[in-house]
């Protein structure tokens, strides 16, 4: 069993690493985003793919100083797929986005809309300073999802600063995104947690204090 389970991590870890774990279903999204993702099987070693996501942002150009204003961030929607690497995905879960509360703001309300496609629930939370999504449900192999639209309140900083907002993470030990794929193989289970960040900054919205 031992050398089935390291098999199967090994193969599941290097077709996420060929093909990535996610397809777009949309076309090209207002800000496309690059991430570089890590995928780290139970046995074996870790495996690196990029994914490419895509978020839909709606915030002011600008606002005046001391003023309130929102900020929407909506992510695509996303294919998981039947099979990685000869092996089927069962499902992904525990999916966890992550945006930093903006520089140059104050946060004084977070909500979320929408959202299709998963099991669960979700919920939204501020943590040190990072505006957390947490998906409690899963998402089964070949199954479209979208994450919920997340709306930031804000009011606005000193005159001439800049607000921006976008998606956390700086290293796979810092990531912005994080999810878990379960994988069958014979008559258990292989669960593969898998972090990702930006591969480069991006800016999902840019708001001007004038």
């Given at each position: 069993?031992?050398?089935?389970?390291?098999?199967?991590?090994?193969?599941?870890?290097?077709?996420?690493?060929?093909?990535?774990?996610f397809?777009?279903?949309?076309?090209?999204?207002d800000?496309?985003?690059?991430?570089?993702?890590?995928?780290?099987?139970?046995?074996?070693?870790?495996?690196?793919?990029?994914?490419?996501?895509?978020?839909?942002?709606?915030?002011?150009?600008?606002?005046t100083?001391?003023?309130q204003?929102?900020?929407?961030?909506?992510?695509?929607?996303?294919?998981?797929?039947?099979?990685?690497?000869?092996?089927s995905i069962?499902?992904?879960?525990n999916?966890?986005?992550?945006?930093?509360?903006?520089?140059?703001?104050?946060?004084?309300?977070e909500?979320?809309?929408?959202?299709s496609?998963?099991s669960?629930s979700?919920?939204?939370?501020?943590?040190?300073?990072?505006?957390?999504l947490?998906?409690?449900?899963?998402?089964g192999?070949?199954?479209?999802?979208?994450?919920?639209?997340?709306?930031?309140?804000?009011?606005?900083?000193?005159?001439?600063?800049v607000?921006?907002?976008?998606?956390?993470?700086?290293?796979?030990?810092?990531?912005?995104?994080?999810?878990?794929?379960?994988?069958p193989?014979?008559?258990?289970t292989?669960?593969?947690?898998?972090?990702?960040?930006?591969?480069?900054?991006?800016?999902?919205?840019?708001t001007?204090?004038?």
């Amino acid at each position: 069993m031992t050398s089935a389970l390291r098999r199967a991590s090994v193969v599941f870890a290097g077709g996420v690493a060929a093909v990535g774990l996610f397809a777009p279903t949309a076309a090209a999204a207002d800000t496309p985003v690059v991430l570089a993702c890590q995928a780290t099987p139970p046995i074996g070693s870790a495996q690196t793919f990029n994914l490419n996501a895509g978020v839909n942002a709606a915030a002011p150009a600008t606002v005046t100083a001391g003023s309130q204003f929102t900020v929407t961030l909506a992510p695509d929607a996303l294919t998981v797929p039947t099979t990685v690497g000869g092996y089927s995905i069962q499902s992904i879960s525990n999916i966890v986005l992550t945006v930093p509360v903006p520089a140059n703001a104050t946060l004084t309300g977070e909500s979320l809309t929408g959202g299709s496609g998963y099991s669960g629930s979700a919920s939204v939370a501020v943590n040190n300073g990072n505006v957390v999504l947490t998906v409690n449900g899963s998402v089964g192999g070949g199954g479209t999802f979208t994450l919920p639209a997340l709306t930031l309140n804000l009011a606005a900083g000193a005159s001439g600063s800049v607000i921006s907002t976008s998606v956390a993470g700086t290293s796979y030990a810092d990531p912005g995104l994080t999810f878990t794929a379960t994988v069958p193989v014979s008559f258990f289970t292989v669960d593969v947690p898998t972090a990702c960040y930006p591969a480069t900054a991006q800016a999902l919205s840019t708001t001007t204090v004038s």
